[in-house]
Structures are given as C-alpha cells and as structure tokens.
C-alpha cells in the first residue's frame, strides 16, 4: 500500500519509513527540505510548506493511510513565548493542511486511516493510578497543544477516514535528542533524583513506537486516542537508578526542583511533570512489547556509551 509521512525526516519517521519500506509498502514523506534526512531507499521525498497547498496534495490522493508527525521539537529550549507559538502552529498548521486535503478528495478517494502523532503530556499530573486512554485530561500548556493538535485531526473522522491518536511517551532510542539531555547530568557526574524524585516517567523504545505506529495502521479495530508507551512507568528516582547503571555513572546528586524551575520556567514541566502512562488499549488489542522494561530499553539505547 502506498503511505504518505507528514515530517517523515524525524526520529520516529526514519525508522517508521524504513519499516513500511521493508515491508513492501510505497512510502511518500512530506518534507520542508529535502537532504540527506529525507533519503532512503525506496522512499520518495516531496517538499510541502504547510498550510499552503502543492503538488504534495496529488500524493493523499491516491495513498492508502496518512501518518502525520509533523511538528517543531519540544525539547529545544528556551521556550519562549514566540517558541510556544511556533511549537502550536508547526502542529496545527501541518494537520490542517492535510485535512484540507482529505476533504477536497471526492469520497470514495480518501485513503482509509489517518495515524497522528500526539503525547503523553495529556496526563501530565494525573498519576494516582496509571493513565488509560479514557483517564480525564490534564490543563497544561503541552497538553492543550495537544488536546488541540488531536482535535483538529480528529475533523478526518467526519470524512470517513479512521483517525488514531497516538499518545507517545518519550522515545528511548540511540539518536533520540531526548536521551542526550537527560543522560547529560550523569556524563558530567551530576546525574540523580530531581525535586521531590516522586514524579512519575513513562517511556516507550524507539522499537515499539514504530511497532505501535504499524499495529494501528494494521488493526482495523483501533481508534481514537492509543497510548504509545511502555507498560512500566517509573518514579523519576528508579528512572535515575537506571539510567545511571546503563551509563555506568553514579546517580546520587540531587538537583532541587527551585533550580530546574528557574533554568528552565515554564519548561521545567519536561523534568518535574509527572506523568503515569499505562498503555491499555495497546495490551487489550494484544500487541506485545518488543522492549517492554526499563533497563533492557536503556541498555540498548546506551551500549558502548560511558
Ligand atoms: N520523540 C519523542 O519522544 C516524542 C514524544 C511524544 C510525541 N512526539 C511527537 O511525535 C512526532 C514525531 O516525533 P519525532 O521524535 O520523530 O520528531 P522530530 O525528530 O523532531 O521530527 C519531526 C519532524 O517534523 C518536521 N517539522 C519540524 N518543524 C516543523 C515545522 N515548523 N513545520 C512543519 N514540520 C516541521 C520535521 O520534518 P522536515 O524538516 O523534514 O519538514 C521533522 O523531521 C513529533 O510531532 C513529536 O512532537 C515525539
């Protein structure tokens, strides 16, 4: 089948596209520049400049699924408010852009299934028991943006396209900017429990992102909202011990949560949020976790580090 990735050039895209790519299946990504992050064998690249149109719209038309995973990175900081701006627009804008595209497509021409990228944010504080999909959601700025980025792609429904949101908790992989922060403090000796250390961290492998991206894609049944995490969520203070026995560093500091609140301000919310994911309709529909704890996760992702 043909698969068209909106912000195909990223960590999850890379090797999402390389995976349907293996598999067989035609894979189109909708890049803003095309270059060396955008090749690979059998995958075509085309430029796209969200929220204008193109010639990219000819590639939905007659593709079988759309994944969108479009969006300026979280992780950069300072978070400014014109930051916050572009991280809300380069999501928001994408996503309208290719439901205006679904939409001018006659009926029976929409391809079957739309997979959109979301996070785990949505629950940001909601952590007295782990959160399923249906767990009420939080009110923060990340998980407004989110709500918001999944209520625009959700508009694919009254299309007639299944719509799955894909909830995903911070990717553990080997490139993932992600890892480099956080193991950054225990490469400098200064790694370990954070604030009060009790916040909760979900996590998913780099391998069961990808798998949970295809298992939507395949499984007819799925809709909605799919949390794309590791069933085992951690205590910021057992995530620490972890990561510092993977990184083969000590892990006893103590950063107070004053100190990360005035680096980071409204961004402190990515190292004291708490966030407890459990992935229930994942394990319900009978997917099974390639990497499923903790420490394989790490030591995989950190091998040779150290
Ligand atoms: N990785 C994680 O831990 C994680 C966790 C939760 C949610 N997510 C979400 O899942 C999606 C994919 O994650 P990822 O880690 O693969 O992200 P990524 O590596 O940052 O890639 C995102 C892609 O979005 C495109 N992009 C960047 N800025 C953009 C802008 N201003 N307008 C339009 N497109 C833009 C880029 O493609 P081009 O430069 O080729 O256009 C980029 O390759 C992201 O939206 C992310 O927020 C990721």
Not at 7 to 22: V, W
Not at 76 to 86: E, G, I, M, Y
Not at 202 to 222: H, K, P, Q, R
Not at 229 to 249: F, I
Request: proline residues 6%; glycine residues 10%; hydrophobic residues 45%.
């Amino acid at each position: 089948m043909k698969v068209v990735i909106a912000g195909g050039s990223g960590l999850i895209g890379t090797a999402l596209r390389r995976a349907l790519s293996a598999a067989g299946h035609e894979v189109v990504i909708l890049t803003r520049t095309e270059g060396p992050a955008t090749s690979s064998p059998g995958v075509r690249a085309v430029t796209w400049d969200p929220p204008h149109r193109g010639d990219w719209v000819g590639e939905i038309a007659d593709a079988a699924a759309v994944i969108n995973l479009a969006g300026a990175s979280i992780g950069h900081w300072p978070w400014t408010s014109r930051r916050k701006q572009v991280l809300r627009d380069s999501r928001l804008a994408a996503t309208s852009a290719l439901i205006e595209a679904l939409t001018a497509l006659p009926e029976g021409a929409r391809p079957g299934v739309l997979l959109n990228a979301s996070g785990t944010d949505v629950y940001e504080g909601r952590d007295e028991t782990p959160a399923g999909e249906d767990t009420p959601t939080a009110r923060s700025f990340l998980a407004r943006l989110c709500l918001d980025w999944e209520a625009e792609a959700a508009r694919a429904e009254g299309l007639g396209v299944r719509v799955v949101l894909l909830r995903t908790s911070s990717v553990i992989a080997r490139d993932a900017p992600y890892l480099r922060v956080v193991s950054l403090p225990y490469r400098l000796l200064v790694g370990g429990r954070i604030g009060s250390g009790r916040q909760w961290v979900s996590w998913v492998d780099l391998a069961d992102a990808v798998g949970l991206y295809l298992f939507a894609l395949e499984t007819e049944s799925i809709d909605g909202p799919l949390n794309v995490s590791a069933p085992d969520p951690r205590s910021q203070v057992a995530y620490a011990r972890a990561l510092a026995a993977a990184l083969h560093r000590p892990g006893r500091f103590w950063t107070p949560g004053w100190m990360v609140r005035l680096l980071l301000r409204d961004q402190a919310t990515l190292a004291l949020g708490s966030r407890r994911v459990w992935p229930a309709k994942a394990l319900a529909a009978g997917y099974v976790f390639q990497r499923p704890r903790l420490e394989e996760a790490l030591e995989s992702a950190l091998k040779g580090f150290g």
